[in-house]
Antibody
Framework: EVQLVESGGGLVQPGRSMKLSCAAS????????MAWVRQAPTKGLEWVAT????????YYRDSVKGRFTISRDNAKSTLYLQMNSLRSEDTATYYC?????????WGQGVMVTVSS | DIMLTQSPATLSVTPGESISLSCRAS??????LHWYQQKPNESPRVLIK???QTISGIPSRFSGSGSGTDFTLNINRVEPEDFSVYYC?????????FGSGTKLEIK
């Protein structure tokens, strides 16, 4: 059974940093691109970033480019999202997803609240 | 960026009705369009990929059609568990984008 379990969320002040993790199991992690998708409270879904199988290629939405870094450790079957210079508009539930062009598996999500 | 416009924003129906939800792209995306369902306080799940391809484990009452800029998600005889929000998403080009969603509610 495919499982994606996020961790690392919480309350953070504007301008500070936070790192999310996603532990994957039930599939060959190194064979699939992975992505982060977020959802602000009461809002719709928003793609954040995607990383290739090896980690050699990464893609970001413009609003997080230069502030967020997606990475992966295939030996640990873990996906990461390093978030720097956080803003109030980054407040959202962040989902780890398997990116097979469609997002075919999703984690339960982790809440990130950016507030002073 | 490719904008996806979903309509209607809200649809009120009676269980047993058959419905169609629309997703229109701001430019041609071939069939690189996927549909998701999100129930309250749950993670989304994919229903249809590449406009019309079915997903294992998804009830057969869900079907999709379209190509280019106009896409449709059909639900044949809505069940009580289908009342949720539906999103479309394009994978034709970066940045990947979602529609704003259609909320299916009980009349």
């Amino acid at each position: 059974e495919v499982q994606l379990v996020e961790s690392g969320g919480g309350l953070v002040q504007p301008g500070r940093s936070m790192k999310l993790s996603c532990a994957a199991s039930g599939f060959t992690f190194s064979s699939f691109p992975m992505a982060w998708v977020r959802q602000a409270p009461t809002k719709g879904l928003e793609w954040v970033a995607t990383i290739s199988t090896s980690g050699g290629s990464t893609y970001y939405r413009d609003s997080v480019k230069g502030r967020f870094t997606i990475s992966r450790d295939n030996a640990k079957s873990t996906l990461y999202l390093q978030m720097n210079s956080l803003r109030s508009e980054d407040t959202a539930t962040y989902y780890c997803t398997r990116d097979t062009t469609s997002f075919d598996y999703w984690g339960q999500g982790v809440m990130v609240t950016v507030s002073s | 960026d490719i904008m996806l416009t979903q309509s209607p924003a809200t649809l009120s129906v009676t269980p047993g009705e058959s419905i169609s939800l629309s997703c229109r792209a701001s430019q041609s995306i071939s069939t690189n369009l996927h549909w998701y369902q999100q129930k309250p306080n749950e993670s989304p799940r994919v229903l249809i990929k590449y406009a019309s391809q079915t997903i294992s484990g998804i009830p057969s009452r869900f079907s999709g059609s379209g190509s280019g800029t106009d896409f449709t998600l059909n639900i044949n005889r809505v069940e009580p568990e289908d009342f949720s929000v539906y999103y479309c998403q394009q994978s034709n080009s970066w940045p990947l984008t979602f529609g704003s969603g259609t909320k299916l509610e009980i009349k």
